[in-house]
C-alpha cells in the first residue's frame, strides 16, 4: 500500500504542477515575457499531468485555439485513463504490479 500512496502523491503533484505551469504559460504570453516550451507542457502531460494540463488549458483559456492542445492534450488524458483501467481491470483485488 506505501507504493500507491507514493503514486498518488505523484499523480496529485504532477498535476497541480501541470495546472500551475499552464497558468504561468498564460501570464507570460499576456506580457510577451519569456514562454515556457511547448514540448514542456507535453512532457508534463505524459509523464502524468495530462488532468491538470487540461484543466490548466480551460482555465486559463490557454492553447484551446491550437489543434495539437486541443486533441493532444484530451488524448495522453483518455489514454492514460485506458491503461489504468486496463490495469485495475486485470488486477481487480491484487495491486501485485506495486
Not at 7 to 28: M, P, S, V
Request: aromatic share 14%; proline share 2%.
Amino acid at each position: 500500500m506505501e507504493a500507491l500512496k507514493i503514486l498518488l502523491i505523484y499523480f496529485a503533484a504532477i498535476n497541480l504542477a501541470a495546472f500551475i505551469i499552464f497558468g504561468i504559460d498564460k501570464g507570460r504570453a499576456k506580457r510577451n515575457r519569456w514562454r515556457i516550451s511547448e514540448g514542456t507542457l507535453f512532457s508534463l502531460a505524459i509523464f502524468g499531468g495530462s488532468a491538470g494540463a487540461l484543466l490548466g488549458m480551460f482555465c486559463f483559456h490557454h492553447k484551446t485555439q491550437k489543434k495539437r492542445f486541443a486533441i493532444g492534450i484530451p488524448l495522453i488524458l483518455f489514454l492514460q485513463a485506458a491503461l489504468i483501467a486496463f490495469i485495475l481491470i486485470a488486477q481487480p483485488f491484487s495491486l501485485s504490479f506495486m
